[in-house]
């Protein structure tokens, strides 16, 4: 079946450690998108890429970083620099332009201890 | 920027009643969409129901109906005979239509329970 996983559903690392969160497609959709939500704040947009090789910072991109080097891969690293790194990460993707949606995974709660 | 602005954190209905969930957004642009995604329990989100600002008609899905004031820049949801699995968190998003873009701007969300 098409869709989007993220691994792992659950996260826990020691202050200071740098982690990476997956995020894989295979809906063939040119877009991805990596958001963070906290309670009561929403979903927040930290990096997005509309193509390979290519991606733009979003309203909290700080001590985050991402690569998109194939289509269907688009990791998200939680550097030490992020000064809150404890939140619950969704990727999304959907295909570019239009009224499309898009479509999320299963999300990746991240406790930082 | 744009801005979505959804004041209310918390709503109640009773099963089979009707309630609807408010959404206010702030553009300047012309061209956009609006979406209502929903989150239960299980955190997955998932597509409600959306709307294109250059269609004057509300979109509806099932049990599931907006009403799209383009001047008055409000989009709210009305969920028809509430079932105890609509219980879950509600965001209303926004999309500009220009460009290939397609980068969503959400409200802080509204929690929305069901009374059996």
């Known amino acids: 079946d098409g869709g989007i996983t993220q691994s792992p559903k659950y996260l826990f690392r020691k202050e200071g450690q740098n982690v990476t969160l997956s995020c894989e497609q295979n809906l063939n959709h040119d877009a991805m998108y990596w958001y963070r939500q906290d309670p009561g704040q929403g979903l927040r947009l930290i990096y997005y890429s509309q193509i390979v090789n290519d991606f733009q910072k979003g309203d909290i991109a700080e001590g985050y970083s991402v690569s998109r080097e194939k289509k269907e891969s688009f990791p998200l690293t939680v550097t030490s620099a992020q000064k809150n790194p404890t939140a619950f990460y969704l990727c999304?993707?959907?295909?570019?332009?239009?009224?499309?949606?898009?479509?999320f995974g299963p999300g990746t709660r991240l406790t930082v201890l | 920027a744009q801005t979505v602005t959804q004041s209310q954190p918390e709503m109640s209905v009773q099963e089979a009643e009707t309630v609807t969930l408010s959404c206010t957004y702030d553009?300047?642009?012309?061209?956009?969409?609006l979406f209502w995604y929903k989150q239960p329990p299980s955190r997955q989100m998932i597509l409600v129901i959306r709307?294109?600002?250059?269609?004057?008609q509300n979109a509806t899905e099932n049990r599931f109906s907006v009403n799209f004031q383009k001047a008055a820049k409000s989009f709210s949801l009305k969920i028809s005979d509430s079932q105890l699995g609509d219980a879950a968190m509600y965001f209303c998003?926004?999309?500009?239509?220009?460009?290939?873009?397609?980068?969503?701007?959400f409200g802080k969300g509204i929690t929305l329970s069901v009374r059996p």
């Open positions: 998003a926004y999309r500009s239509g220009l460009g290939a873009n397609s980068k969503l701007t």
């Open positions: 999304a993707s959907c295909l570019a332009g239009g009224p499309n949606e898009q479509f």
């Open positions: 553009t300047s642009e012309s061209d956009y969409y």
């Open positions: 709307q294109e600002a250059y269609k004057q």
